[in-house]
């Protein structure tokens, strides 16, 4: 019998793997796609929320962070284009011009 | 009539803000004309009031919205003109009326034309909210911007020191009194529920004694401020620095009168506390002595009236200490409509002095200034009490107040101010327009002042004249529908004609003296320096000096100490303190700020495993 | 000749303007232009299948006519009676042919008549001019039909074996079997005009 | 026969059917596209393998079979090589919520010819249709010829404007029904014959619809992914042999997925038919569309890449949102 | 039975295609990998009833969002292998594990089950895309209306910043 905590348990590994992604990777697109991973982990632990609660809002909630998913891939890919177009890389470490 | 009431109080407004969109600029005659037709306008809206109050003797009253609404304090912003209110607006209106036509003229030459009528007309509408408003809260809104008003007229030549001292004077002494005020407010609020005139009114039979002896006294603090009783009365003589017009409308005829109107309004708290009423009085009468002597000696034209004033306001405070409600209201009339014009008779001569204003550098200006002096006479005369003039009818009653009610004490000090009044009024006017042409000595060429300004003060002359006799029947029919209608007669007709004849002889002496002294004067007397008297009047009893020493200079002190140690040493050391460290916290984590987002990341990662770890502790606890 | 019927095609300009375009779209959306296409296409359609209008020609099936005057592939005739070789090694196709691809062997057989062992063309240098065929007076080789010269082997129709008409087939050699040979109306057109001939 | 047990059974033989008829549909499919092209060219198509050349689809299969599979060098081989079946599976994939026939009794048991009858049956084949990009996209990324991005660059951008006008397009009919299941839909168009044909009340939708299919399906006028006048063979550059075939079939299947789907929500589905039965009616009308289809890759030509958007966001985007709108207000009405 | 395997398969399958997607070099893997991730994901939703939101998890984030992503690698070399240097990779092991550990500790205790409860139960009776729009179209309707604007922000700035002249510097494009 699969329960919830199997569900939560799944969202929590991949939600860990996209943090793997987000502090390993130094390119920005890889970066993209850790972050949609985060977000697709956390849908899972809404919608299985969601099912075993017999609540409706984990899904409302899923929905909504597809449509942000939606919209940061609109406007974060054209500013990664522009910034590639312009440094030629997306290399975190190459485009890095502040320094503390 | 809601209509009426609300282009009574708002015209003045709709002038100010039109003089005032004008402010910046240089002088244009129709910042002036505008405001004085919005005033002609308002003053023929309160007339039609005061005939509607008159004919109807019913009150109007409106409420425009709903002004605070916080969990039970509701108060509306209403206003009502009800007999008071009636008698106040008129007055109000007729004489800021005079005085804008006046100022157009007296202002011709000034920079700040426009700016000048802006405040007036700010004034006029305050002071219309004060005296219209239906609740307490409204009447210190309307308090407080008269107090404003006044700051601003006050100090008008800001450019100049003491004006700008006396403003800022004007307007601190102003602040002390007005905390009195709203603290009663404050605890009438506490102790009703309401700041509405009626529903307080209505309820006072249910407040304790003490509580209702500290609300009327706060009150009276209030209204002590702003009309200038004795220990806060040194502003008003210092305001004198403002404009002429100023003086006449602001420190003369209506805001200074707002304390009696004050205490007149709630009448009805002060009338089961008898023992604040005699204190009142007690003050009153004291005050009017007071500032009687002060006048007696001064040098500077507007002073001496401005002490005038004081006088008169005391002679109010008696009237109405003593319960004579009606009586105060009828002779705050009066005294509105010849203080005006005798102080706008000495703008006249200020004019044609070219701002002189000892009058013993003046004299024999009656030839060149026959419109003039014929109308501040009339004033002094009035002032003075001389039958059939209006001061006679109002300040005679408050006489007889005092003996009525059997304070012969106060009766007999009243007076002897009333002969005081007398001798230095004519004092004025016999320095001023009699005798020798001292001013020849300063090579001044005085002229008198423009038409228009002679008609514009002309009504107020006639109303000096008639308002005793021409309105007292209807004015005390009208008025006692709301306050205690009591009528005070001598019982012994020997004792009234006595008293009448009596006070009339004595006033009579008065200024045939002030008359034979001073109208063959031909310089100021040095010698009289050294008297002691003297001296003690020129310093004002050394009141000015005393606040200076023991209030003014500990003051400054404590706040020397309170800024260098307390301010600079405790407070700034710890706000700086503050900057420091956080200042240097960023110098710390500054290295964290590589600008490298892998790194930020990583850091946001364990921010949040902090997150995650604070949380699991807590439902550890939880648990 | 029949009168040609021409079918006038309108090329306007392009329309400049948003609007004009929009106008354009909405007349050609109106006469519903792509719709007529598809109709024009049906119809083709229809016509291919079931009023025989196909158009193709099922090749090594089907074989379109050759003309009589088409050059292709030399052949070399015999004599329908004696079924010998027409050829009389006169050696006149060799010396005319412009591209010098015809080489041929003659010899004297026992009968002292004179013949031809070997004879080759190279068909890599061959241009069909047809010379050799107009110059022959025996009409011995003339330009046959065969088109299809597809083989494993570059030598395969240029030698002598593969060009003559063999024995078994002599019957359908045929008197005007190509380009070269003589005109089946040649009779007529010499009691016509003897001298054009 | 348990129910369980059936159930598991039948899907595994429905899954089976679909596969095998779908693929061997594809064959055919190409023996029907080119010989009714060629009839519409005046030509014979395909004769020589079989009668009639019918067995022309044995041979190309044997061909595409036997052919050698090249991968390029420098290609990102495991991309490369699965590509193709992406292509072929969404395919299939989407066809598991498509009912075919009306549902017919077999040993006891009614057996309905859909895979999955779930309730949002219409937005499923979208969505699996929509992740068939990944097809041309990955394969053309991945086969490191530039002609090949090129045909990958046109796929993403042709699928993602016209999901927009299909998705669009299909939403009024389905407001109208006030739900997915294609089911339902059909149910919906039961009264009445040919008048209750949803085309009839949303003849706009049917249109815009019809139009995206064809970039859908990634047909001429709108193949330009393949375009072979310009990028050679788009993302199929590199492809040969069985890999290329892999397309070739997930591109026919979903041809006929479309037709099914068209069939469905705008013309009746498998309805009955006046005295057409409607499994009969519906591959009727199947057929039709295919028919249509081909008939207009033979009548119309290509259209650029930019016409192309012009025409998705320009044009049909706004009809399709103004239908929607005209067709809220009607049914609020 | 049948949603244990389904669970299991789809678990295995989703945890290793990110797991390939987080680690690969090579940018079209990582794409790929992600790709089938997010298709796998949507099994779970509908191992979960949530149809609607599988299909859209299909059509969105599948058939659009990745998508997009492949489209914006088209400008980059996409086939190349993918180099960073990655330093310090024991603290990301350190992070991740302590994170890891934390997450499923909270996620584990009955904690949440307790607290949570329903706030919008569905209709027995209805669907889940008729609940769903239920729900969407009374309680959420401002944050409904918020997305729909939200999107079509991001949809302009889209626009904007693809049609800004990309390939000169930023210094000339100032001017």
């Known amino acids: 019998m699969i329960t919830l905590n199997h569900y939560l348990i799944v969202a929590a590994v991949l939600f860990v793997i996209g943090m793997i992604g987000v502090m390993r990777r130094k390119n920005l697109l890889m970066l993209f796609f850790s972050t949609e991973i985060l977000l697709n982990s956390v849908n899972i632990g809404f919608v299985a929320l969601s099912h075993y609660l017999n609540d409706l809002s984990g899904q409302i909630f899923a929905f909504f962070i597809i449509a942000i998913a939606a919209s940061e891939v609109a406007v974060g890919l054209g500013l990664l284009i522009l910034l590639y177009k312009r440094k030629n890389t997306v290399d975190l470490d190459v485009i890095q011009n502040m320094h503390g | 009539m809601e209509n009426l009431l609300y282009t009574a109080l708002f015209a003045p407004l709709v002038g100010s803000i039109f003089a005032g969109v004008l402010g910046g600029r240089s002088k244009m005659m129709i910042a002036g004309l505008v405001p004085s037709i919005l005033l002609l306008v308002s003053l023929a809206a309160s007339l039609v009031l005061l005939g509607h109050v008159l004919s109807t003797g019913t009150a109007v009253a409106v409420t425009m919205f709903d002004w605070i609404n916080i969990g039970n304090f509701n108060v509306a912003f209403g206003f009502q003109v009800d007999q008071v209110t009636a008698v106040m607006i008129c007055v109000v209106t007729v004489v800021s009326a005079m005085v804008h036509i006046y100022s157009i003229g007296y202002m011709d030459h000034d920079k700040g034309f426009n700016r000048f009528f802006s405040y007036l007309s700010l004034f006029v509408f305050s002071m219309m909210f004060l005296v219209m408003s239906d609740n307490f809260l409204g009447l210190f809104v309307g308090w407080e911007g008269v107090g404003v008003c006044s700051y601003l007229l006050v100090g008008f030549w800001y450019h100049k020191r003491s004006a700008s001292w006396a403003a800022n004077e004007a307007f601190i002494m102003n602040r002390v009194a007005d905390l009195g005020m709203l603290l009663g407010i404050a605890l009438i609020y506490w102790q009703l529920g309401t700041v509405k005139y009626d529903e307080v009114f209505a309820n006072v039979d249910k407040l304790d004694m003490t509580v209702l002896l500290w609300i009327t006294g706060l009150l009276f603090v209030g209204a002590m401020g702003k009309s200038a009783q004795f220990p806060l009365h040194t502003w008003l003589a210092d305001a004198m620095e403002g404009p002429t017009p100023v003086s006449a409308l602001i420190h003369a005829a209506t805001m200074v009168t707002a304390g009696v109107y004050l205490v007149v309004r709630a009448n009805e708290l002060y009338a089961p506390v008898p023992e604040v009423g005699y204190f009142i009085a007690c003050l009153g009468a004291f005050v009017a002595m007071f500032a009687a002597s002060m006048a007696l000696v001064n040098r500077d034209m507007k002073r001496i009236i401005a002490y005038s004033t004081l006088s008169q306001l005391g002679y109010m405070f008696v009237a109405a200490g003593l319960g004579a409600y009606w009586v105060a209201l009828f002779h705050l009339m009066t005294h509105a409509f010849f203080k005006a014009l005798l102080f706008l008779g000495a703008g006249n001569v200020m004019h044609a002095m070219h701002d002189e204003l000892d009058p013993f550098k003046m004299g024999g200006l009656r030839k060149a200034m026959k419109g003039t002096f014929i109308l501040m006479t009339l004033a002094s005369v009035a002032l003075a009490g001389i039958w059939p003039l209006a001061g006679f009818f109002s300040k005679d009653l408050i006489l007889e107040v005092a003996f009525v009610e059997h304070h012969f004490i106060l009766y007999t000090v009243l007076l002897l101010t009333a002969g005081l009044t007398a001798f230095y009024s004519f004092r004025l006017v016999a320095l001023i327009f009699h005798g020798e042409e001292r001013y020849k000595l300063f090579g001044i060429h005085p002229h008198e002042a423009y038409r228009f300004m002679l008609i514009a003060m002309s009504p107020l002359a006639i109303l000096a004249v008639i308002a005793g006799f021409g309105f007292k029947g209807d004015y005390f029919a009208m008025v006692t529908q709301m306050l205690p209608a009591t009528e005070y007669h001598v019982h012994s007709p020997v004792v009234y004609w006595t008293m009448v004849f009596g006070t009339q002889i004595f006033v009579g002496l008065a200024i045939a003296y002030a008359y034979i002294k001073y109208v063959k004067v031909k310089a100021f007397d040095p010698a009289i320096e050294s008297n002691f008297f003297y001296k003690l009047l020129i310093n004002q009893y050394y009141i000015p000096a005393l606040y200076e020493k023991f209030i003014t200079v500990p003051y400054a002190k404590l706040s020397r100490f309170a800024w260098k140690q307390i301010d600079q040493r405790i407070v700034d050391a710890i706000v700086d303190l503050i900057a420091t460290s956080i200042y240097k916290l960023g110098e710390v984590s500054k290295r964290m700020h590589t600008g490298n987002l892998s790194t930020m990341l990583r850091l946001m990662t364990l921010g949040f495993v902090i997150v995650l770890v604070i949380a699991l502790a807590l439902q550890m606890m939880a648990k | ?197 | 026969m348990s129910d369980t047990t059936f159930f598991v059974i039948e899907t595994i033989v429905k899954s089976l059917i679909i596969v095998a008829v779908f693929s061997a549909l594809a064959g055919f499919g190409t023996y029907f596209e080119r010989k009714v092209m060629a009839f519409m060219q005046r030509r014979y198509g395909p004769m020589l393998v079989g009668p009639q050349g019918v067995l022309q689809v044995l041979a190309d299969g044997i061909k595409l079979f036997t052919k050698e599979d090249i991968v390029p060098a420098n290609s990102v081989p495991l991309i490369f090589k699965i590509a193709p079946v992406i292509t072929a599976s969404t395919a299939f994939i989407a066809m598991a919520a498509v009912p075919f026939f009306p549902s017919f009794e077999i040993m006891g048991h009614t057996v309905s010819p859909i895979v999955a009858d779930i309730n949002i049956g219409i937005l499923f084949v979208l969505g699996a249709m929509a992740v068939g990009l990944y097809g041309p996209l990955l394969g053309g990324m991945a086969s490191n010829n530039k002609w090949s991005i090129l045909g990958a660059a046109r796929t993403v951008v042709q699928f993602l404007s016209f999901e927009v006008i299909t998705g669009l397009s299909l939403l009024a009919p389905i407001m109208m029904i006030g739900s997915l299941s294609l089911i339902d839909i059909n149910n919906y168009q039961t009264e009445g014959g040919v008048a209750g044909w949803l085309i009839w009340t949303q003849p706009v939708a049917f249109f815009l619809f019809m139009i995206a299919a064809f970039a859908e399906t990634n047909r001429t006028p709108f193949d330009l992914l393949e375009h072979e006048a310009e990028v050679v063979a788009g993302f199929a550059t590199e492809y040969s042999g069985m890999r290329w075939g892999m397309f070739f079939i997930g591109e026919y299947a979903n041809l006929f997925t479309v037709a099914f789907l068209v069939s469905l929500v705008f013309l009746g589905g498998f309805n009955d038919l006046g005295f057409i039965p409607g499994a009969l009616a519906i591959l009727l009308k199947v057929a039709f569309f295919f028919f249509v289809f081909l008939w207009v890759r033979s009548t119309w030509p290509h259209i650029r890449p930019d016409q192309l958007m012009w025409l998705c966001w320009k044009v049909l985007m706004p009809i399709a949102i103004i239908n929607l709108l005209i067709t809220g207000i009607v049914i609020l009405a | 039975m049948f949603e244990a395997i389904a669970f299991y398969v789809f678990s295995a399958l989703t945890i290793v295609m990110f797991y390939v997607t987080v680690t690969t070099n090579n940018a079209l893997y990582a794409l790929s990998a992600l790709a089938a991730g997010m298709i796998f994901i949507s099994g779970f939703f509908f191992l979960l009833d949530a149809d609607f939101l599988g299909v859209i998890q299909l059509i969105v984030y599948s058939g659009a969002v990745m998508a997009m992503y492949a489209f914006g690698m088209m400008f980059f070399d996409s086939t190349k292998v993918v180099k960073e240097k990655t330093h310090s990779a024991r603290n990301v092991f350190i992070l991740t594990a302590l994170s890891a550990i934390i997450i499923v500790a909270i996620l584990t205790a009955p904690v949440i089950a307790d607290n949570a409860q329903a706030l919008f139960q569905p209709f027995a009776d209805k669907g889940n895309v008729e609940n769903l729009g239920y729900v969407l179209f009374t309680k959420y309707l401002i944050p409904f209306e918020l997305a729909a604007v939200m999107l079509l922000v991001a949809m302009i700035a889209g626009i904007v910043l693809a049609s800004k002249k990309m390939d000169i510097p930023l210094e000339k494009d100032a001017q």
């Open chain 3, 1 to 197: 000749m029949a009168k040609q019927e021409y079918k006038h095609i309108e090329i306007a300009d392009y329309p400049k303007t948003g609007f004009a375009r929009f106008i354009q779209v909405m007349r050609r959306s109106l006469r519903v232009e792509l719709f007529k296409g598809m109709g024009i296409t049906f119809g083709v359609m229809i016509r291919t299948l079931f009023r025989g209008e196909m158009h193709t020609m099922q090749y090594p099936n089907e074989k379109l006519p050759v003309s009589a005057r088409y050059r292709a592939i030399h052949k070399l005739l015999r004599f329908m009676e004696s079924e010998s070789e027409r050829c009389i090694g006169c050696g006149l196709c060799e010396k005319i042919c412009i591209s010098k691809c015809i080489r041929m062997d003659t010899k004297l057989d026992e009968n002292s008549r004179k013949v031809v062992p070997e004879y080759t063309i190279n068909f890599g240098r061959c241009i069909f001019c047809g010379y050799c065929a107009e110059v022959c007076p025996e009409l011995a080789i003339v330009h046959g039909d065969r088109y299809e010269n597809v083989s494993e082997q570059r030598a395969h129709f240029s030698l002598k074996d593969d060009m003559l008409t063999p024995l078994d087939r002599l019957k359908e050699q045929k008197e005007f079997p190509g380009f070269g040979a003589v005109n089946p109306e040649a009779d007529k057109m010499i009691k016509k005009t003897p001298l054009a001939y």
